[in-house]
């Protein structure tokens, strides 16, 4: 397979607690999704994917505290919540598999706040940041999540 470097890339970084600090969906499959998220907006936009080794990030951070966990439950899945280590402002949600703990997918998402509830339901994952904002992602396309911004 052509991309066999770019996903043993991807993780890795995961078991490093390795990754770009910017707005990414990071696949499992090795993949990265960039793109824009301003402050408000419902869904994710002006998305560039690319190999992960061909991405060259201008800021990368390591450290992931994990501040929520999906209950067990039959799924083969398991969700992940929490911030970015040293970097307070910056949520993730994770998704791996639940035997291995092979990651399916990160997302990191600036400026949300640290996300501390999480959970599956239906074939998504529904968590909610410190900061209110609540967010919805389709587990097999979650590049097509949806989020809800607190009234100010």
């Known amino acids: 397979m052509p991309y ?12 490093d607690e390795a990754y770009p600090r910017e707005n990414v969906l990071i696949l ?24 992960a080794l ?8 390591e450290g992931l505290a994990t501040l929520g966990c999906s209950a067990p439950g039959p799924e083969p899945w398991q969700a992940l919540a929490g911030e970015c280590a040293a970097h307070g402002g910056d949520g993730f949600l994770a998704l791996l598999e639940k035997d291995s703990q ?6 990191v ?4 706040n640290p996300f501390a509830q999480v959970r599956i339901r239906d074939r998504h994952i ?13 587990i097999e396309r979650p590049d097509q999540l949806t989020l809800a911004w607190p009234e100010c």
């Open 126 to 138: 529904e968590a909610q940041s410190t900061s209110g904002v609540s967010v919805c992602i389709p």
């Open 109 to 112: 998402l600036r400026e949300t």
């Open 4 to 15: 066999n470097a770019d996903q043993a890339f991807i993780q890795q970084q995961w078991r």
């Open 54 to 61: 061909d991405h060259q990030p201008a800021e990368a951070c």
């Open 102 to 107: 092979r990651l399916i997918w990160l997302l």
């Open 28 to 51: 499992g499959n090795g993949f990265y999704c960039l793109f824009e998220l301003p402050h408000g907006a419902s869904r994710l936009q002006d998305k560039a994917w690319l190999p």
